[in-house]
Protein backbone atom coordinates (compact mmCIF):
# COMPACT_ATOMS: atom_id res chain seq x y z
CA UNK A 1 0.00 0.00 0.00
CA UNK A 2 1.41 3.13 -1.12
CA UNK A 3 0.76 5.97 1.84
CA UNK A 4 -0.74 9.01 2.14
CA UNK A 5 -0.13 12.45 3.92
CA UNK A 6 -2.16 12.95 7.20
CA UNK A 7 -1.68 16.18 8.99
CA UNK A 8 -1.54 15.87 13.05
CA UNK A 9 -0.92 18.54 15.63
CA UNK A 10 2.00 17.95 17.99
CA UNK A 11 3.05 20.69 20.56
CA UNK A 12 0.62 23.06 18.83
CA UNK A 13 2.73 22.52 15.67
CA UNK A 14 0.87 21.47 12.45
CA UNK A 15 2.79 18.63 10.74
CA UNK A 16 2.38 16.53 7.49
CA UNK A 17 3.45 13.17 7.90
CA UNK A 18 3.73 9.95 5.19
CA UNK A 19 1.22 7.21 6.67
CA UNK A 20 0.38 4.06 5.23
CA UNK A 21 -3.40 3.62 4.24
CA UNK A 22 -5.45 2.15 6.81
CA UNK A 23 -2.95 3.35 9.57
CA UNK A 24 -4.58 6.96 9.92
CA UNK A 25 -6.04 5.63 13.08
CA UNK A 26 -3.16 4.25 14.72
CA UNK A 27 -0.83 7.44 13.67
CA UNK A 28 -3.70 9.87 15.40
CA UNK A 29 -3.50 7.91 18.44
CA UNK A 30 0.18 8.23 18.50
CA UNK A 31 0.00 12.44 18.12
CA UNK A 32 -2.38 12.13 20.94
CA UNK A 33 -0.33 10.22 23.18
CA UNK A 34 2.73 12.09 22.36
CA UNK A 35 0.47 15.35 22.73
CA UNK A 36 -0.33 14.16 26.62
CA UNK A 37 2.60 13.40 27.49
CA UNK A 38 4.64 16.29 26.12
CA UNK A 39 1.64 18.65 28.38
CA UNK A 40 2.70 16.58 31.34
CA UNK A 41 6.63 16.82 30.68
CA UNK A 42 6.11 20.55 29.59
CA UNK A 43 3.98 20.83 32.99
CA UNK A 44 6.74 19.51 35.22
CA UNK A 45 9.71 21.19 33.87
CA UNK A 46 10.63 24.68 34.52
CA UNK A 47 9.33 27.79 32.18
CA UNK A 48 12.35 28.32 30.95
CA UNK A 49 12.99 25.37 29.27
CA UNK A 50 12.99 25.29 25.46
CA UNK A 51 9.94 23.11 23.22
CA UNK A 52 13.58 21.54 22.10
CA UNK A 53 14.35 20.51 25.98
CA UNK A 54 10.48 19.70 26.51
CA UNK A 55 10.07 17.50 23.53
CA UNK A 56 13.54 15.40 24.63
CA UNK A 57 12.23 15.03 27.64
CA UNK A 58 9.44 13.55 26.36
CA UNK A 59 11.09 11.14 24.03
CA UNK A 60 13.23 9.94 26.44
CA UNK A 61 10.40 9.05 28.44
CA UNK A 62 8.73 7.33 26.06
CA UNK A 63 11.95 5.54 25.03
CA UNK A 64 12.40 4.66 28.78
CA UNK A 65 8.58 3.09 28.74
CA UNK A 66 9.08 1.25 25.76
CA UNK A 67 12.25 -0.73 26.98
CA UNK A 68 10.12 -1.41 30.29
CA UNK A 69 7.53 -2.84 28.02
CA UNK A 70 9.67 -4.83 26.05
CA UNK A 71 11.59 -6.69 29.43
CA UNK A 72 8.16 -7.31 30.37
CA UNK A 73 7.06 -8.98 27.49
CA UNK A 74 10.16 -10.48 27.42
CA UNK A 75 9.95 -11.99 30.36
CA UNK A 76 6.13 -12.62 29.94
CA UNK A 77 7.33 -15.23 26.71
CA UNK A 78 9.95 -16.55 29.04
CA UNK A 79 6.75 -18.04 31.44
CA UNK A 80 4.85 -18.76 28.83
CA UNK A 81 7.27 -20.76 27.46
CA UNK A 82 8.07 -22.82 30.23
CA UNK A 83 3.97 -23.47 30.65
CA UNK A 84 4.22 -24.82 27.12
CA UNK A 85 6.62 -27.23 28.13
CA UNK A 86 5.28 -28.11 31.46
CA UNK A 87 2.27 -29.05 29.83
CA UNK A 88 3.81 -30.85 26.69
CA UNK A 89 5.89 -32.66 28.86
CA UNK A 90 2.36 -33.69 30.64
CA UNK A 91 0.84 -34.31 27.75
CA UNK A 92 3.66 -36.61 26.41
CA UNK A 93 3.58 -38.64 30.26
CA UNK A 94 0.07 -39.09 30.00
CA UNK A 95 0.10 -40.76 26.49
CA UNK A 96 3.16 -43.44 27.47
CA UNK A 97 0.95 -46.97 27.97
CA UNK A 98 0.94 -48.24 31.31
CA UNK A 99 1.64 -52.05 32.01
CA UNK A 100 -1.43 -53.92 33.16
CA UNK A 101 -0.98 -55.72 36.09
CA UNK A 102 -1.02 -59.37 35.43
CA UNK A 103 -3.36 -60.86 37.34
Do not use: H, W
Amino acid sequence: MSPNTLTINVANKSLKIACPVGEESALLAAAQELNLRFTKANDKTCANSSLEQSMLMTALNLAYDLLKAQEAAEKEKLVLESKIELLQSTIEQALIPTEKDPA
